[in-house]
């Protein structure tokens, strides 16, 4: 004889919802303190979470591997669908993983256009030519910080002054090549627009300083060059 004729006749679906519906009353009877019991024990919880991730790192990356695979071509599809909607979300994540890997992106295409000059410049010159509007937009932007900068601005004439005065040197690494005028403090930090600030340097050089402080600039050529 069972204690409990009624559960006899209940089949096992029903005694699943008799189950659930137990559980769901006792959780609205109780969800204030479970919800608190749930919040104090967040952080316990997280670091049990991350010790069990830590432990089954192999098992969670093939897991994680078999999903992928089986849906690679919607998910693929999501991101793309997704990347589009959000351009500048991508860029802005872009930019910031940049600038953490610039200064080693810097010495890999230093180091690339070093060992490679003549076909390095070939495919430069190639890009310029297929994007003028880069060119264009970077002349305004030249122009526009120009503008905005203090300082009394700089004359044809002092400029050919300055050319004079550094013998076709460059300024930086006294090499003798075409040179460029370079604001030593960057007009992008706010660096003033007039002959004091102005140096004749390499495109090289001029570039690769671009908008990093002086003594910044130095130091990762120095950390660069030992590389
Ligand atoms: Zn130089």
């Known amino acids: 004889m069972s204690r409990h004729p009624i559960e006899l006749r209940l089949s096992e679906e029903e005694k699943r919802e008799h189950r659930l519906a137990t559980q769901r009353r006792y959780y609205r009877r109780h969800q204030e303190e479970i919800v608190a019991k749930r919040v104090a024990n967040r952080p316990a919880k997280r670091e049990q979470d991350r010790l069990y991730r830590l432990a089954h ?3 969670i990356r093939a897991r994680r591997a078999v999903v992928y695979a089986a849906h690679r071509a919607e998910r693929v599809a999501r ?5 589009r909607a959000n351009r500048e ?3 802005a994540s872009g930019r910031r993983s940049y600038a953490k890997r610039r200064e ?3 010495a890999r295409r ?3 256009y070093l060992a490679n000059t003549e076909h390095e410049q070939r495919r430069n010159q190639r890009w ?4 003028l509007e880069h060119a264009r937009a970077h002349r305004a ?3 526009a910080l120009q503008l905005q900068a203090g300082g009394r601005g700089i004359s044809p004439e002092e400029w050919r002054q300055v050319l004079r005065d550094s013998l076709g040197i460059c300024a930086y690494c006294g090499r003798r090549r075409k040179l460029t005028l370079d604001h030593i403090d960057p007009l992008a930090l706010g660096g003033r627009h007039d002959v004091e600030n102005a140096v004749a340097a390499c495109t090289t050089c001029n570039s690769s300083k671009h ?3 002086l003594i910044v600039w130095l130091a990762r050529l120095r950390r660069t060059a030992r590389r």
Request: glycine share 0%.
């Open 57 to 59: 790192l192999e098992e």
């Open 141 to 143: 932007r030249r122009r």
């Open 211 to 213: 908008n990093a402080p």
């Open 128 to 131: 310029r030519k297929t994007h």
């Open 110 to 112: 230093r180091r690339r």
């Open 79 to 83: 991101s793309a669908k997704w990347a």
């Open 104 to 106: 080693y992106e810097l």
């Open 89 to 91: 979300r991508v860029r």
